[in-house]
């Protein structure tokens, strides 16, 4: 039974700290370091069939299941184990929202493209300010944010924002011209019967 819940700080030194461990252990010559790398293996499988079905149970809940994957823990352990319910899209966008108001902090912002290939598209724009961070640092902030949420991407490639025309299209105002007399046309009233 245990007897006090950890906070995300405490989760953090004991990830840490068995990273550490783990670590250590690959470089253990021996038996006795095979024998203790491959039960943590087994347990790091058995967890990952444990969470494949509570997301199977919550999928059922859907506030449930969001509320499991807007908890970062409960979030990391999901990508782990490769069954996070939501797909990789949700979770670029989710990244780029979740860093948005530290880019916005310093000027910047970023949107999403779209994902081709297992690369991530995205628009990061550094600002006007002169005090602003630059660009690559925005990118490296957006960068990590999104790896870390979809960490199967292969890389994220940032692309310039689509260019908005200087000018309207000619095309754009003729047809605008012929909906307005369209729409200013008189009708005809029915005639009325006898």
Same mark, same amino acid.
């Given at each position: 039974? +245990?007897?006090?819940?950890?906070?995300?700080?405490?989760?953090? =030194?004991?990830?840490?700290?068995?990273?550490?461990?783990?670590?250590? &252990?690959?470089?253990?010559?021996?038996?006795?370091?095979?024998?203790?790398?491959?039960?943590?293996?087994?347990?790091?499988?058995?967890?990952?069939? *444990? /969470? @494949?079905?509570?997301?199977?149970?919550? $999928?059922?809940? !859907?506030?449930?299941?969001?509320? =499991?994957?807007?908890?970062?823990?409960?979030?990391?352990? =999901?990508?782990?184990?490769?069954?996070? !319910?939501?797909?990789?899209?949700?979770?670029?966008? +989710?990244?780029?929202?979740?860093?948005? !108001?530290? &880019? #916005?902090?310093?000027?910047?912002?970023?949107?999403?493209?779209?994902?081709?290939?297992?690369? @991530?598209?995205?628009?990061?724009?550094?600002?006007?300010?002169?005090?602003?961070?630059?660009?690559?640092?925005?990118?490296?902030?957006?960068?990590?944010?999104?790896?870390?949420?979809?960490?199967? &991407?292969? $890389?994220? +490639? /940032?692309?310039?924002?689509?260019?908005? !025309?200087?000018?309207?299209?000619?095309?754009?105002?003729?047809? #605008?011209?012929?909906? *307005?007399?369209?729409?200013?046309?008189?009708?005809?009233?029915?005639? *009325? +019967?006898?």
């Amino acid at each position: 039974m +245990r007897s006090q819940r950890l906070d995300d700080t405490a989760v953090e =030194l004991r990830l840490a700290r068995v990273e550490d461990l783990l670590g250590r &252990l690959e470089h253990v010559p021996g038996r006795t370091a095979e024998l203790a790398l491959e039960a943590v293996e087994t347990l790091v499988e058995i967890y990952g069939e *444990a /969470f @494949a079905r509570v997301v199977g149970a919550a $999928g059922e809940a !859907p506030e449930v299941l969001t509320r =499991l994957t807007q908890d970062d823990l409960i979030r990391h352990l =999901l990508l782990l184990h490769q069954v996070h !319910p939501g797909s990789v899209e949700e979770r670029v966008a +989710r990244a780029v929202a979740d860093v948005a !108001p530290a &880019l #916005r902090s310093s000027g910047a912002s970023a949107d999403v493209v779209g994902v081709d290939q297992g690369v @991530a598209e995205l628009v990061v724009s550094s600002g006007s300010c002169g005090s602003c961070g630059s660009s690559a640092e925005a990118q490296a902030q957006v960068t990590d944010e999104v790896l870390a949420a979809a960490p199967e &991407l292969v $890389g994220v +490639r /940032f692309v310039d924002p689509p260019r908005t !025309p200087a000018v309207i299209p000619v095309e754009a105002l003729l047809r #605008r011209q012929r909906t *307005a007399a369209h729409e200013q046309a008189p009708t005809t009233p029915a005639r *009325a +019967r006898g």
